[in-house]
């Protein structure tokens, strides 16, 4: 199906008011070369590629991190890098493999090339239900409590024993393990 046609206008003869004007179709193009037109010309203007690093942000770099605590995914953990300069804020959240992308201040894929101290939080919910519930009088199921899974000592910038080095030729996750699971209480 044709549903656009490229028109050239052609002047000729110069004889100043003379002169007569033609148009004539110089070619007819279907929507799927339209489309693809269309695709080349935004991947031309570099419409995708990403928001712009901001000024004075060393250049990024993807990493991904696989995350595991005693071998096993740590799926649903907040990964946080800490550098010597703590200019830019790097971290993510694992997924359902225990894999970490890395942002940088939120919003830029990558990271710093650079020294690293890695903080890992992991805490779950437990619910239990409430045996004095009465409906009629409390809305309260219930009753919730809130565990860290990760040791204490890997939630803090200061005391974690998680360090990594990330440079230009990585090309692999990173394998980080967060050691043996705990369950204490989060107060």
């Known amino acids: 199906m044709r549903i656009f046609t490229f028109l050239q206008l052609s002047n000729e003869g110069s004889q100043g008011l003379a002169s007569t004007n033609r148009v004539k179709v110089v070619k007819s193009l279907d929507a799927s070369r339209i489309m693809t037109l269309l695709s080349v010309m935004l991947l031309a203007t570099g419409l995708g590629c990403g928001p712009t690093l901001p000024e004075g942000m060393p250049p990024l770099m ?27 804020p790097v971290g993510g959240v694992s997924d359902e493999l225990g894999r970490v992308e890395v942002w940088t201040a939120g919003k830029y894929y990558g990271a710093p090339a ?35 899974t990760v040791d204490p000592s890997c939630r803090r ?28 209480p989060v107060r």
């Not at 992991?122 to 619910?127: G, H, L, Q, R, T």
Request: glycine share 4%; no cysteine.
């Open 62 to 88: 993807p990493v991904s991190i696989a995350l595991t605590q005693q071998q096993v995914p740590l799926v649903g953990a907040t990964v946080v890098l800490h550098s010597d300069d703590g200019r830019w």
């Open 114 to 148: 650079g020294e690293y101290r890695v903080t890992v939080v992991k805490d779950e919910i437990e619910e239990k239900p409430n045996p004095r519930h009465n409906p009629e009088f409390d809305n309260m199921p219930v009753f919730t409590r809130a565990f860290q």
């Open 157 to 184: 910038a200061e005391t974690t024993p998680i360090t990594i080095t990330l440079t230009e030729s990585m090309t692999e996750p990173l394998a980080v393990d967060v050691g043996e699971a705990v369950r204490l």
